[in-house]
């Protein structure tokens, strides 16, 4: 019985990832076509943007200061001072900061957009959006799409900032190492591919969250308890999107041998 219920689940969940596909690509038509509700959008971009950034800027501080602290004293010991900073820069561009802002807001921002929508359709009110001749991907799935798009970027920009804020404190308070070394390092080791990369990806993550979050919230069945399943599912499975293609995209952006510690 119970082989049966996770072969059905693992089909159900193929099925919606599959329809996720589709909504991508009837996303972008929409978007190009310029059907676009503006004050769902704004009001989706406030949502991503400002009302998740406490929590995302609090995450990358604390990232940044735990990097230092794990990094600065094995440096010291080897007398690599001079690269703490410059480390710091490429973890936290490269990974750090486009993936935990994009974990963050795949659990605050993912699971509210599979929990609305989800509601929507198991109380019928998709079909009443149907009724008065409004098309809910123009109405729910765009919005949120552009939304997580252009704010996740952003969010990340911020992230890398704070993050590297704190490992300076950090450096500079219990390590006594200059605030000058630190900040030169960062200019020697860090390239503008690596800040190109670092928003490119957020925009990735950004749009996988908004199109799982909503997928799952369309395909939703089965009452309150079908909500529930839909938010968590549709949960996982961003972070599991999140950390594929953040494989991809790395191995893409960053193939054969650097020359970073050279600049």
């Not at 010991?77 to 990974?95: C, D, M, N, P, Q």
């Not at 395909?219 to 961003?238: C, Q």
Request: net charge neutral.
């Amino acid at each position: 019985m119970s082989d049966r219920r996770s072969r059905h689940s693992l089909s159900l969940w193929f099925q919606r990832l599959v329809a996720a596909f589709f909504l991508t690509g009837q996303v972008f038509l929409h978007i190009l076509q310029g059907r676009i509700n503006r004050r769902n959008t704004l009001e989706q971009m406030n949502m991503v943007g400002p009302e998740s950034m406490a929590i995302a800027l609090i995450t990358a501080g604390f990232v940044g200061m735990v990097f230092t602290i794990q990094v600065a004293r094995e440096f010291i010991y080897y007398g690599a001072t001079t690269t703490i900073g410059g480390v710091l820069s490429l973890s936290l561009t490269r990974e750090l900061a486009p993936v935990l802002t994009a974990v963050v807001i795949a659990g605050r921002v993912g699971s509210a957009f599979a929990a609305e929508i989800g509601t929507m359709r198991v109380t019928e009110q998709l079909d009443a959006l149907y009724m008065l001749r409004t098309d809910p991907i123009d109405y729910l799935v765009v919005p949120r799409v552009i939304a997580c798009g252009l704010m996740l970027p952003i969010l990340t920009g911020l992230s890398l900032f704070v993050g590297m804020a704190g490992g300076l404190v950090i450096s500079s308070s219990l390590y006594a190492i200059n605030p000058t070394i630190f900040l030169n390092s960062v200019q020697n080791f860090t390239q503008l591919w690596d800040v190109f990369a670092c928003l490119f990806k957020s925009l990735v993550f950004g749009i996988i969250i908004a199109i799982i979050g909503c997928s799952w919230g369309l395909t939703t069945t089965g009452g309150a308890k079908g909500v529930g399943e839909s938010t968590t599912t549709a949960v996982v499975t961003s972070l599991l999107a999140i950390f594929v293609s953040n494989f991809f995209l790395s191995w893409l952006m960053f193939q054969g041998t650097g020359d970073t510690a050279l600049g």
